[in-house]
């Protein structure tokens, strides 16, 4: 089973970018779908984004689309989420979570079905 870290967050202004990095550990990394979540105070932990094993498919909330990107490297054991024309809506914790998966029809965007999770970065956009 994988273990998960994420870093990249931080405190931006509305309009600004980031690139949220999540780290792997072990070799069966790319057997893993990936998503990203995140959640605000005192609401619900939110799907954000998912990719599949091999990085070729990929899915989002409507809420990003178009302003986010997932994306992985398998030979780092690292997937990214980049993130561009922030708003203050989009405040939150942003979790890594990894499901171990064989087709991509099985990737899920319910917080429940995923197996392991990092412990989740702060993102901040002020107004």
């Known amino acids: 089973q994988v273990q998960l870290v994420e870093s990249g967050g931080g405190l931006v202004q509305a309009g600004a970018s980031l690139r949220l990095s999540c780290a792997a550990s072990?070799?069966?990394?790319?057997?893993?779908?990936m998503a990203w979540f995140r959640q605000a105070p005192g609401k619900e932990r939110d799907f954000v984004a998912a990719i599949s094993r091999s990085g070729a498919t990929t899915f989002y909330a409507d809420s990003v689309k178009g302003r986010f990107t997932i994306s992985r490297d398998n030979a780092k054991n690292t997937v990214y989420l980049q993130m561009n024309g922030l708003k203050p809506e989009d405040t939150a914790v942003y979790y890594c979570a990894a499901d171990h998966v064989v087709f991509v029809r099985e990737i899920s965007q319910t917080s429940a079905d995923y197996d392991v999770w990092g412990q989740g970065t702060q993102v901040t956009v002020s107004s």
């Open positions: 072990g070799r069966t990394f790319d057997r893993y779908a």
